[in-house]
């Protein structure tokens, strides 16, 4: 089987997932609010709009590392885990601990898929901007895509 198109499949279901979740999460809110009688902050349809498509590709950047863990490792446990672990913003953590002791490097915590979603947590108003958002949640699907590309070329993958 080409194992290209087997990955593009991949990324394909992964963003499918990537919507789908983002919908469940908004729908699961919007009806908790409602039982509930919360008092959501109106927004406007194309700024919730954005909101949603930049969860999504953020989402997805998570997915494409964990499917990248789960091939690299050959054990789905192994990237579960790996996943959960950059999920939880373990990696930003320690960014932001050696931006303690080196402080030229501060600045990359805000380059990480947990910062983003941080942001996106605070609605479009947060630290980071929409663009910077999309383009950080691009190049994690694109850079894992293409080291996906390198681990499944391996003949035991």
């Not at 809110?29 to 709009?49: H, I, K, N, Q, Y």
């Amino acid at each position: 089987p080409n194992r290209l198109a087997f990955l593009g499949a991949r990324i394909v279901e992964i963003l499918v997932l990537a919507a789908l979740f983002t919908v469940m999460i908004v729908a699961a809110t919007l009806a908790t609010a409602a039982v509930t009688g919360l008092e959501l902050a109106s927004s406007p349809l194309p700024d919730f709009a954005l909101w949603g498509v930049l969860v999504a590709v953020v989402a997805a950047g998570f997915g494409m590392l964990t499917a990248l863990a789960v091939w690299a490792t050959r054990k789905m446990a192994a990237g579960i885990g790996i996943g959960i672990l950059l999920a939880s913003g373990l990696v930003t953590l320690g960014i932001q601990g050696l931006g303690m002791l080196i402080p030229s490097i501060s600045f990359l915590a805000d380059y990480t898929l947990s910062s983003c979603m941080g942001s996106l947590s605070l609605g479009l108003g947060g630290p980071l901007g929409a663009g910077h958002i999309a383009l950080v949640g691009a190049a994690f699907i694109a850079v894992a895509g293409a080291l996906c590309a390198l681990v499944l070329k391996r003949k035991d993958v």
